[in-house]
Nanobody
Framework: VQLQASGGGTAQSGGSLRLSCVGSGFDFGWAPVAWFRQAPGKEREGVACISSSETIRYSDAVKGRFTISRDNGKNTVYLHMSNLKAEDTAIYFC??????????????????????WGQGTLVTVSS
């Protein structure tokens, strides 16, 4: 099981970026996938997730600004980020795991339920 995030870069405050997460080694279409991020000096936190039936959950920090979607034909989950803020600066990771709000929002307790972590992709938002 492996998922690789890409698409990070530098954007100005208020700008947009789209991240991609490509999965391999498992039946992608049946797998729930989540995005996480980790800012310097902070704990990893859940951002968004999408189930195989396209149930979607967002953290309160990104709700209304980020959109998660998937294309099973390309084994890819996307994270479209708009109205970016300086506090969105972080390394973004994707992983396979349950798309349930309380699990997404409590990495410290439920992080072990996710697998396939790749290296992540760095997003820097300049003000």
């Amino acid at each position: 099981v492996q998922l690789q995030a890409s698409g990070g870069g530098t954007a100005q405050s208020g700008g947009s970026l789209r991240l991609s997460c490509v999965g391999s080694g498992f039946d992608f279409g049946w797998a729930p996938v989540a995005w996480f991020r980790q800012a310097p000096g902070k704990e990893r936190e859940g951002v968004a997730c999408i189930s195989s039936s396209e149930t979607i959950r967002y953290s309160d920090a990104v709700k209304g600004r980020f959109t998660i979607s998937r294309d099973n034909g390309k084994n890819t989950v996307y994270l479209h980020m708009s109205n970016l803020k300086a506090e969105d600066t972080a390394i973004y990771f994707c992983a396979r795991g349950p798309c349930i709000g309380p699990i997404l929002n409590n990495y410290r307790e439920y992080g072990s339920k996710f697998s396939g972590w790749g290296q992540g992709t760095l997003v820097t938002v300049s003000s």
